[in-house]
DNA sequence: TATTGTTATACTCTATAACTATA
DNA sequence: TATAGTTATAGAGTATAACAATA
């Protein structure tokens, strides 16, 4: 006997070990998603960067005259949320926000020099932070869990 | 030539592969976790739990008697965030809050006879959650994933 | 009519500080 | 002094509704 129910408090109900709060893999997620949250602003605290503004950036920086429209459909994000913090990164002078050649409703993105000059360094920083809270897990491991956690969010594979 | 590179948009700058946004465990926790995290609100709208209130329930009722401070610790709550959710489940006739014999200061959480018997519906309702956001996941990729988030955020194992 | 982008607003979750009561 | 619990408050992140300009 070495399940939930033979080492359960006295008092507890018989809740299968399938059922568990630490068993679901929603808990879990989360906690994990928790921890890397809070280690990436540590990390990216004198860049004054967030998981969303530095996710911004970076998806700017790979297609540079992305729209924000489309930035907001890559990053699951609602354009009343992005729209606030786009003008933020304009006003730090890492964005760059113009007109479109064709259509005047469209805004075309695209990284200042500054910016873009600042990027490598702060890639560095994440792969640092990325390093640190999964230092518990080998490469393989890590290529298995990028696999599993598309596999849950995304339609593509 | 199948990498990253290759594939470039136009004027995008040399972002290694294992650099690139989409590669980062990080971002892909954070979607996979915002949609599980969507997903529950929408199975557990009609019961009005979320996850972190359901996590509260879950253990209260897996460990009944639980100190709010141990509560707490194990869910990586502030108690200062876990007070007024407290008082919400009490007004709603969910939890009980008892004085402890020995140690005024400490509050001993149960759930209420009304929480105890709607619970394992809820956890029912939770695994139909877990089944519908891990479909594209086998039995076997679940166990994996489950070990490897657990290796991120414990000190266990 | 539909799309792009913006503003205003509300809710959830998390964080810190200050406080009371008790150990 | 330290711990348990509470209140107040602020900051992210996400959600909806309403709107203007353009297609």
Not at 41 to 68: C, F, N
Not at 80 to 86: E, H, I
Not at 127 to 138: P, S, Y
Request: glycine residues 4%; hydrophobic residues 45%.
């Amino acid at each position: 006997m070495d399940d939930k129910e033979a080492h359960a408090a006295p008092g507890a109900p018989d809740v299968s070990a399938k059922d568990a709060l630490d068993a679901q893999i929603g808990y879990n997620l989360r906690r994990a998603s928790t921890l890397a949250l809070s280690d990436f602003a540590v990390e990216l605290a004198d860049a004054a960067l967030r998981p969303v503004t530095y996710g911004m950036l970076a998806l700017i920086d790979e297609q540079p005259g992305i729209r924000a429209a489309e930035l907001c459909r890559q990053l699951g994000m609602k354009s009343a949320n992005m729209a606030p913090l786009l003008a933020d990164l304009e006003e730090r002078g890492l964005v760059e926000r113009d007109d479109h050649a064709d259509d005047k409703r469209v805004r075309v993105l695209t990284l200042t020099p500054a910016a873009r000059k600042a990027m490598p360094g702060w890639r560095q920083q994440v792969r640092r932070h990325e390093d640190r809270f999964l230092q518990r897990l080998t490469a393989k491991e890590r290529a298995t869990l990028l696999r599993l956690l598309r596999l849950i969010w995304t339609d593509e594979d």
